[in-house]
């Protein structure tokens, strides 16, 4: 025993002592993580948990340790001369298939990479504390991360394998295995690819997770696996639990006289719905009828989920938990069960249902002089899909031909007034799929915007502005805020529009870029250049880029993109739960007799929250499902040349947009003629020995190599000269 340590074994240290020798100890012990029980067992002194953890925390404060979640505390690596020390920084976790990561950063530009030995079982998405160094001699960050701060989710998508003891489950895209009980299992057999939840993290990278089945999908390689997997891997649940559907299979589908009395009647109002082909949950519709007085009055009218969804119920809930629906390409995940979705809330021809409505009227200059808001019941008259409301457009004959010439001169009022008034025109393009029986997609193909896309897009804008607005100013006027869920847009990074507009400079597109009111002109102007000259039309998602991410919150900022002070989202209640609580909140707040009704903000503002992570959720889910059925539609092309277009640029390569089908691959720059200098912000490189500059945008010819649906990746090879 050394001499020190005879000298404190079995004293209680001063806060001073103990905290030296704690410093001691982990300096002998450079790679351990520690507790308090530990340090104490180790240094045999008789200081309680309490008093080491503060002494733990202290080394903390001064730089010395590291806490690494879970009261486990490390040495800080003083890097000294081997490089410089950027301290913690928070982010979210992309996992590689090595098991290395990289930590997109809230606060720094670079991504952070972390080797696997240093993930400290984070998994992908996962938020994350991460310290951060840059090695010396190098320009790239490294990181190890120290605290996993907020699990993306338990549940994973993996294979199962049988051992005499135990289970594994080899999750799908990663090095990690999860340890089953035997009994756990679910009855899934060797190979099957099933759901695990994980329900015990280990600390020690040579100790794997423990967890239990929750499902059973089947033997792996359907294209039906995959799409559920897609979705389990966000977030999502497959099904609704059983007191879920008890409670919306027990609900009327009578319409009692008793509440048909307290609403507006406008069923002898003609009203039409127009939406995709394959809809099947109709969130809205339109009413058109000329007044006495020669004015012109229109409605829009929308399912009132909260008549049958009642606040904090288990069906409530449930819709709160899932947020939104989701829409991959061969299926929809609905936000409400089937009996609510496509039968009670749904709009359906020739139907009496219950609305929330926004009426405004029209003088004969298409200008709104009143607008009304309330509860009502409806009738629709005739549902339309998109096709067939712009086939009556085009030729002026059919149902409602007179009404849909109106509406539509009435919405191209409506859309010329948002842009002269500051919104961008951004129109992202839509890839859509046809598939066969089997789901496999036979063609890819870019969807049209018509002017019946856009009609009903102008009016429930429409609607969603004026119901903000009515809040608004509700709370102006009685003096106080009448907290909402709005839907905001913040202004673009200045940083990087200016990036931006020094690279459009270089293709020849001048922005003026001084003020957001320029921004936004500069671009609307780069839009209608890209519909005369295609190589701009990459420069688009570029400015989007620029821009910050739409997001529910209670903090009314305005909706840049739109150009609206005050925006939110009203009109699709049946797949947004934003919707829901907007109509809750607005239904308290009209007629009133007093002060306003006020939610508590704090608890709002936890919700929008909690549905913006939802509705990115659930966007990631779809751009995975329409990636893996542009891979699997690709698997037939392998060999063939195709022309596309420079999409992105990474350090270790290019990846190219394939005209028409809009199928997107990469080209290694390991497998090109020559080494390229990439320019900063990556919008191009350059040859070394060529001075070729090839631009973001640029067309070049590709031959496909691969299509692997494992990885969801088209591997191309680039047919130089």
């Excluded at 029980?37 to 202290?58: F, G, H, W």
């Excluded at 840059?134 to 490294?142: S, T, Y």
Aim: hydrophobic share 35%; with cysteine.
């Amino acid at each position: 025993m050394s001499k020190r340590k005879a000298k404190v074994k079995g004293k209680k240290l001063t806060s001073a002592q103990l905290i030296g020798e704690v410093l001691r100890l982990f300096k002998r012990h450079p790679k351990k993580r520690l507790n308090a029980k530990q340090v104490i067992r180790k240094l045999k002194i008789a200081n309680n948990k309490d008093s080491v953890e503060y002494a733990m925390e202290k080394l903390v404060e001064d730089n010395q340790l590291i806490n690494m979640g879970e009261l486990k505390f490390k040495l800080k690596v003083q890097t000294g001369g081997k490089g410089s020390d950027l301290g913690i920084h928070e982010g979210r976790v992309d996992m590689t298939r090595t098991g290395s990561a990289y930590v997109i950063l809230d606060d720094m530009e670079d991504d952070v990479h972390v080797a696997a030995k240093f993930t400290n079982t984070a998994m992908n998405r996962d938020r994350v504390k991460v310290r951060v160094w840059l090695p010396r001699g190098r320009r790239k960050p490294e990181g190890e991360i120290v605290e996993v701060v907020e699990r993306s989710t338990e549940h994973f998508i993996g294979t199962i394998w049988y051992y005499p003891k135990y289970a594994l489950v080899a999750l799908d895209g990663l090095t990690t295995e999860v340890q089953v009980d035997l009994e756990a299992t679910k009855g899934a057999e060797e190979e099957d690819k099933v759901v695990v939840q994980i329900t015990k993290w280990k600390s020690s990278r040579f100790r794997k997770p423990e967890g239990k089945i929750t499902a059973v999908l089947g033997k792996a390689g359907t294209s039906d696996i995959e799409m559920k997997s897609i979705l389990i891997k966000n977030g999502f649940k497959l099904d609704f639990p059983e007191a879920v559907l008890a409670e919306s299979e027990a609900i009327s589908e009578a319409l009692p006289l008793e509440e048909i009395k307290k609403r507006r009647d406008m069923r002898e109002v003609p009203t039409f719905t127009i939406d995709p082909d394959d809809a099947k949950d109709f969130d809205d519709a339109l009413s058109f009828q000329y007044l006495d007085n020669g004015n012109l009055e229109i409605g829009v009218h929308i399912a009132d989920v909260t008549h049958y969804v009642k606040e904090g119920t288990p069906l409530d809930k449930e819709a709160f938990d899932r947020s939104t629906s989701v829409y991959l390409v061969d299926r929809v995940l609905p936000m409400l069960p089937e009996k609510l979705s496509n039968r009670l809330c749904s709009l359906r021809p020739n139907e009496d249902k219950f609305t929330f409505s926004a009426v405004f009227t029209f003088d004969k200059d298409d200008k709104i002089i009143d607008r009304w808001f309330g509860k009502t019941v409806t009738h629709s008259n005739r549902r339309f899909t998109y096709n067939q409301a712009q086939e009556v457009l085009d030729s002026g004959k059919g149902d409602f031909a007179d009404e849909l010439k109106v509406v539509n001169r009435i919405a191209l009022k409506l859309r010329n007034k948002r842009f002269k008034e500051g919104a961008i025109n951004f129109e992202t393009e839509e890839v859509k799929f046809r598939l066969d029986e089997n789901g496999v997609p036979v063609s890819v193909f870019v969807k049209e915007r018509k002017a019946a896309h856009m009609l009903i897009e102008d009016f429930m804008l429409l609607a969603n502005r004026e119901v903000a607005t009515y809040i608004s100013r509700l709370g102006q006027k009685y003096e106080g805020e009448v907290p909402y869920v709005y839907r905001i847009h913040d202004q673009p990074d200045p940083e990087k529009v200016a990036e931006f507009a020094r690279f459009a400079r270089e293709m020849g597109i001048e922005l003026k870029i001084g003020s957001s009111e320029e921004i936004a002109r500069s671009y609307n102007q780069l839009v209608r250049k890209a519909l005369t000259d295609p190589k701009l039309k990459l420069l688009e998602p570029l400015a989007i880029r620029t821009m910050a991410k739409a997001a529910y919150s209670s903090d009314n900022i305005g909706h840049y993109g739109l150009g609206f002070d005050n925006y939110s989202h009203f009109t699709s209640p049946i797949r947004r739960y934003s919707d829901v609580l907007a109509h809750r909140i607005l239904e308290k707040n009209l007629a009133l007799k007093g002060q306003p009704h006020r939610v508590k903000k704090s608890y709002l503002e936890e919700q929008c929250i909690y549905i913006s992570k939802q509705e990115r959720r659930a966007t990631d889910s779809e751009r995975e499902s329409v990636k893996y059925k542009q891979v699997e539609f690709m698997q037939n092309h392998v060999g063939e040349l195709f022309k596309g277009q420079i999409s992105g640029i990474l350090d270790r390569g290019i990846f190219v947009e394939l005209n028409g089908n809009r199928c997107e691959g990469f080209i290694p720059f390991e497998t090109v003629s020559e080494p390229f200098e990439i320019a900063p912000g990556r919008l191009k490189v350059t040859g070394k020995y060529s001075g070729d500059v090839y631009r973001i945008g640029d067309e070049i010819t590709v031959k496909i190599i691969n299509a692997d649906l494992a990885r969801r990746r088209i591997e191309m090879a680039w047919m130089q000269g």
